[in-house]
């Protein structure tokens, strides 16, 4: 059975940092892109960034560059999100997704087939 476990979420202040990480198990990802989408209360879910499954594509919103950075460990079948400059509008749950096939770090929802239950980030102002 695979699962992507999230973990690291919580309170933070604004321009604080958070750390996300998500574990799978059940199967490898090594040459599936990996992704984190979020979801803020009363709005739809919505593209974070991807990452490809070797690792050395990226994909970001556009609104997040520069605050916000992927990466994967496959030696461990993890990925991970750096959150710097927290923003009261980050808060939201994040949620990590998975490919069952494919390399490209797509930012369509649609393309991804495994997801985790979500990590609560919340950001006061």
């Known amino acids: 059975q695979v699962q992507l476990e999230e973990s690291g979420g919580g309170l933070v202040q604004a321009g604080g940092s958070l750390r996300l990480s998500c574990a799978a198990s059940?199967?490898?990802?090594?040459?599936?892109?990996m992704a984190w989408f979020r979801q803020a209360p009363e709005k739809a879910r919505e593209f974070v960034a991807a990452?490809?499954?070797?690792?050395?594509?990226?994909n970001y919103a556009d609104s997040l560059k520069g605050r916000f950075t992927i990466s994967r460990d496959n030696a461990k079948n993890t990925v991970s999100l750096q959150m710097s400059s927290l923003k009261p509008d980050d808060t939201a749950v994040y949620y990590c997704?998975?490919?069952?096939?494919?390399?490209?770090?797509?930012?369509?929802?649609?393309?991804?087939?495994?997801w985790g239950q979500g990590t609560q980030v919340t950001v006061s102002s």
């Open positions: 059940g199967r490898t990802f090594r040459n599936s892109a």
């Open positions: 997704a998975a490919k069952a096939s494919g390399n490209w770090p797509d930012i369509i929802s649609d393309a991804y087939h495994y």
């Open positions: 990452i490809s499954g070797r690792g050395d594509t990226t």
